[in-house]
């Protein structure tokens, strides 16, 4: 059963520009920072999930970041998942001064199973930091809780726990030779957090703070950023598909080839080239010629 990655990739089509875009971005370096944008259903899903796999094919470190209805990253959060997904190991001063900004007092209680193997079943732990059990690394303790005997504000603590991220990620990225950060479903981003990623993340490559580091921020709209990034920003705006896109898009999903055009047609006008409306009526096509065969 193919994933929904492998469904992605092999029914995708048009797009080319925006790829285009994104390989010219890594391979020159000159521009670091690549905004998608689009309304719902216009594939900036299916995009990244390009992009995606051509950072494996490159083998290049990357992240991906997605905001949902039940996820809402944090800048903290932010961090921590870049952190995890391009290597702990590189992040050792910044999980420390989270450690040392979080709530050291409470407890907690791990199991885990490793190959079949129980560990650490029933262990308690206080002040946990950065370790590994059998297996199970603890990155940090996971707690945004403010220690009880610090009185430091959060726009306080945000500096030097930002400091300590740039300047690790920037290591990584030296000795890694290039990292992609992919931000999806920015719009879903809090206004706080979206000016931290802007004010300090972009900020910090215009600035020359973060070398060989790309940004892929993906939303129904590009943020608003001053013209000094002009630079160091790339824009891709998605639009409908056009016919030959349809055509095309029918081949890949079987389609007979004598009804390829006038269904084209009739996609078009009914849909404005709308990529998720025409997969859902071609879902439903498909699925009553199914039921009547």
Known sequence: MPTELEIRLAEFVDR????????RMLDSGERSILFVSGGSGLGKSSLL????????????????ITWTETQNHDYLGIMRRIRDDIGVEYF?????????FTEPGVRITLAGNVSGIQVAQGLRAESSTVGDIGGVIIKDNMFVVPRGDRSIPESERMIPLTTAFLRSLAAAAATMGRVVVFLDA?????HETSAWVVGELFRAIQIGTLKNVFFVHCGREK??????????????????LERKDIILYLQKRGM?????????????????GNPLQIATLIDAVMKERKRKN
């Open 16 to 23: 080319d520009a925006e790829m285009s875009r994104f390989c």
């Open 49 to 64: 999930a390009r992009m995606i796999h051509e950072c494996a094919l490159r083998g290049l470190r990357k992240s991906e």
């Open 92 to 100: 050792q001063d910044f999980t420390t001064l989270v450690n040392q």
């Open 186 to 190: 920015v719009e879903k981003m809090t």
């Open 223 to 240: 943020p608003a950023v001053d013209r000094f990034m002009d630079s160091i920003v790339e824009e891709a705006e998605l639009g409908p």
């Open 256 to 272: 007979e080839e004598t009804s390829h055009v006038p269904f084209a047609e009739v996609l078009l006008v009914a849909t404005k």
